[in-house]
């Protein structure tokens, strides 16, 4: 997971109302609701960032205590359900990474 570099998919567009930010499409396909913490993500999920940069980015802004909260998990997850709602460009499996040698 700290090398990945999630990158959100094109045509998404972001609009911050308060404390939560509206991802959406511009046919209006779908809504998505994000708290402070998602919206973070989201805006690292560029392509450039690891998730252990989330991470750290995560942990400076929020300021909170690593041994309460697992951060790490709360990433994954988080990316999980962007992949899920068709928001981040398709993640790749571990096995296919995997190089397997010749016969």
């Known amino acids: 997971m700290n090398e990945e570099k999630p990158r959100r998919v094109?045509?998404?567009?972001?609009?911050?109302l308060g404390n939560e930010t509206l991802l959406y499409w511009a046919?209006?396909?779908?809504?998505h609701v994000l708290n402070?913490?998602?919206h973070v993500i989201w805006e690292l999920c560029d392509g450039q960032h690891t998730t252990i940069e989330m991470e750290n980015a995560i942990q400076s802004q929020?300021?909170?205590?690593?041994?309460?909260?697992d951060i790490a998990g709360d990433i994954e997850r988080m990316l999980q359900m962007f992949?899920?709602?068709?928001?981040?460009?398709?993640?790749?499996e571990q096995s296919e990474s995997v190089l397997t040698p010749g016969i």
Do not use: N
Not at 27 to 31: H, T
């Open 10 to 16: 094109d045509g998404v567009l972001s609009k911050a």
């Open 27 to 31: 046919d209006g396909k779908a809504i």
């Open 36 to 38: 402070p913490t998602a």
């Open 62 to 69: 929020f300021q909170l205590p690593e041994a309460q909260v």
């Open 83 to 92: 992949v899920t709602a068709g928001l981040l460009v398709q993640r790749r």
